[in-house]
């Protein structure tokens, strides 16, 4: 019963490294990515879908993006919303195709993204701590409850944290890779 916890945390855990992935991905470098744009919400007959269910997108120089919409519909919509996800161009239409160019990044924008990268990881690191506390939370109600004794609640603390520990050095790993993209 007591590795449950454990393994819950580590599910959790991935989770949270997921979704710190995803979030990296959104944030402009100063090159095309897929990743700026594909999760984008899009306003699609009264519901919010990601962009990639709508198009195929497609990077054809290092700062354009192609996008290939499949439902003459969809491409309106699609416009407007890369316009309010500011990065920095306006689409341009031809008939089920948009381009978007990419401007130049400058320094001031990349210190911008860098201290983006820095939030993200933040974020990353309380939902890791978010985990960690209802478990051991749980641990502490268990032990009280008599199905748990103190020892084993001493030894599933020192795996938590070392849990926790190997984490952290994954957030900060992605971390310092995408800052290394930014600052280049």
């Known amino acids: 019963m007591p ?6 945390l580590k ?13 990296l991905a959104k944030i402009h470098t100063g090159r095309a990515s ?4 594909e999760n984008l919400k899009i306003e699609y007959y009264n519901s919010h879908t990601p962009l990639k ?6 990077i054809t120089a290092p700062r354009e993006i192609k996008i290939e919409v ?11 919303a890369l316009t309010k996800a500011s990065l920095g161009s306006f689409p341009q239409i031809e008939n089920k195709i948009i381009r978007i160019n990419l401007p130049p990044m400058t320094s001031e924008t ?8 820095h939030e993200v990881l933040e974020e990353a690191k309380i939902s890791l701590r978010g985990h960690r506390e209802r478990i051991w939370h749980e641990i502490q109600k268990l032990e009280q409850e008599g199905g748990l ?9 020192e795996k938590i944290q070392d849990l926790i520990d190997e ?4 957030v900060d790993a992605l971390g310092l890779k995408k800052e290394e993209e930014v600052r280049t």
């Not at 269910?53 to 497609?58: D, G, H, N, R, V």
């Not at 004794?149 to 603390?157: P, T």
Request: net charge positive; no cysteine; hydrophobic share 40%.
């Open 3 to 8: 590795e449950n916890f454990i393994n819950n």
């Open 11 to 23: 599910a959790n855990f991935d989770k949270t490294i997921e979704h710190l992935k995803i979030e």
């Open 34 to 37: 897929a990743g700026l744009i």
């Open 53 to 58: 269910a709508l198009a195929s997108i497609t």
């Open 70 to 80: 499949w439902d003459d519909n969809a491409t309106k919509p699609i416009a407007d």
């Open 110 to 117: 990349r210190e911008k993204m860098v201290r983006r990268v």
């Open 149 to 157: 004794r103190e020892d084993e609640k001493f030894r599933l603390k």
């Open 167 to 170: 984490y952290n050095k994954k």
